[in-house]
């Protein structure tokens, strides 16, 4: 569904409500970082509720190119025959990893261990993205690597090189940096720290630990030595809280709706949307809440109520930073101003995520201003016309669920990269009553 050259149009009718029990997409970071350990643990691991989305496909497809015996995902179920810490084998050609930033930039950092040169390339859009926030802090443990002169892909990992351990202080809140760094470590002498800004998702280092690889966590400092091991094991993937994001709103802002939400990860370093909704006035209740592979999970019911804009806490920024598209879609729905500050990291995410979704919201009749750090947004009436998503699948599924509140139809351009992380989008929003269709 999603290459280049292959458009694909999202139709909107107009007005009305969601409602139902769903069960969105597996968590597509906890999917990427379940191939990747499994694949240098020792012995099988069994993972359920894996994404088999396109983003996470092509890090399952790296890893067999790198000789790992991967299963075919079926009803999102993978076994991986792990090939131990040093078993990948030399690929005979360059790694493509599609629009996958997470695959690329873990991926750099786990490769800088290997005893093998490495070539990382993917699609038009992951071509443009910084790379250097990883390739900087690999070059300071002795990594080699080639990237093009503005530091963007692809990325030519030397062989030869003996990674030493570094405590680093990561310049922005970011879990791909800091979990590129911490996955380079496993291959280093000595003790591999990072130290973050924020918090930020902690999904590796929680998955590490299951995998019997001791993590030391204090405070904002994560450390680790290297020259451990990974031991095989079973992995239960939860439903994925960015793509749950898409209903919450939606069910927020559309009067009559209830929805809820099944088996989706609440992890701590996640949960920035649920919080900033709640401020806004967003009707959100958990329930069932528990531990599954020591990720916190829980049922979301989501109900219609009256948003109001907010300043938005800049300490809830790093923890929703995906999922600002919706929470843009929401502020235009609320009564007031809402004000986001301090997410200059929306600048370099598949698109410039603030300035696309301004110009799709002043399409729509949203009055908003783009400053150097974030946007104010004056909630309104949504009116119908074409957006332009620029390739983004967040971009576009976050205006599909504008259509609810939007007095004529809207339609969505570019939206072939929706497949990466929830392929099963468009079937599941006309379940709940979204008047969605491809064209």
């Not at 929680?206 to 019997?212: P, V």
């Not at 969505?412 to 009553?433: E, R, W, Y």
């Amino acid at each position: 569904m999603s290459n280049d050259s292959n458009p694909v149009q999202f139709e909107l009718m107009p007005g009305g409500h969601l409602n139902g029990q769903l069960r969105v997409a597996g968590d597509k970071s906890i999917s990427h970082r379940a191939i990747m350990l499994s694949a240098i643990a020792e012995g099988e691991s069994n993972i359920t509720g894996f994404l088999e989305g396109e983003d996470t496909l092509a890090t399952l497809a790296a890893f067999r190119t790198m000789g790992v015996n991967i299963s075919d995902p079926k009803d999102g179920k993978v076994t991986v025959q792990g090939v131990g810490m040093h078993g990948l084998q030399a690929p005979d050609t360059a790694l493509d990893l599609g629009n996958s930033g997470t695959s690329m930039r873990l991926l750099s950092g786990l490769l800088a261990g290997q005893d093998f040169a490495v070539t990382l390339t993917g699609d038009k859009s992951l071509s443009t993205r910084p790379m250097r926030r990883v390739t900087d802090p690999l070059a300071l443990m002795g990594a080699t690597i080639d990237s093009t002169e503005k530091g963007t892909p692809p990325l030519c990992i030397q062989t030869g090189s003996q990674l030493n351990s570094i405590a680093y202080t990561l310049p922005m809140a970011s879990a791909q940096v800091k979990s590129c760094v911490l996955l380079a470590g496993l291959y280093a002498k000595g003790e591999t720290c990072v130290t973050e800004p924020a918090p930020t998702r902690d999904h590796t280092e929680r998955m590490l630990q299951g995998f019997g690889y001791q993590v030391q966590r204090e405070g904002s400092r994560v450390c680790l030595q290297g020259g451990g091991r990974l031991s095989g094991m079973d992995i239960d993937v939860p439903a994925d809280i960015s793509s749950a994001t898409f209903f919450m709103v939606g069910a927020a802002i559309a009067s009559g709706s209830d929805v809820s939400l099944e088996h989706v990860g609440i992890n701590p370093t996640r949960t920035g949307v649920i919080e900033i909704l709640r401020l806004m006035g967003a009707d959100i209740s958990l329930h069932n809440e528990r531990e599954v592979g020591g990720e916190p999970v829980a049922d979301i019911q989501v109900r219609a109520s009256q948003l109001r804009g907010i300043q938005i806490p800049e300490a809830q920024v790093p923890l929703a930073i995906d999922e600002f598209p919706a929470i843009f879609i929401a502020a235009a729905c609320a009564e007031g101003e809402t004000v986001l500050t301090g997410a200059e990291e929306l600048r370099v995410k598949e698109s410039d995520r603030i300035a696309v979704m301004a110009d799709g919201l002043t399409v729509l009749g949203i009055d908003c201003q783009v400053t150097d750090d974030g946007i104010i947004i004056q909630g309104g009436q949504l009116q119908g016309g074409t957006v332009n998503s620029h390739g983004d699948h967040r971009i576009a599924m976050s205006f599909a669920m504008a259509a609810l509140r939007a007095k004529a139809p809207i339609k969505i351009l570019d939206c072939a990269n929706v497949a990466t992380s929830f392929p099963d989008f468009v079937t599941l929003a006309k379940t709940a009553g979204l008047g969605i269709q491809i064209s």
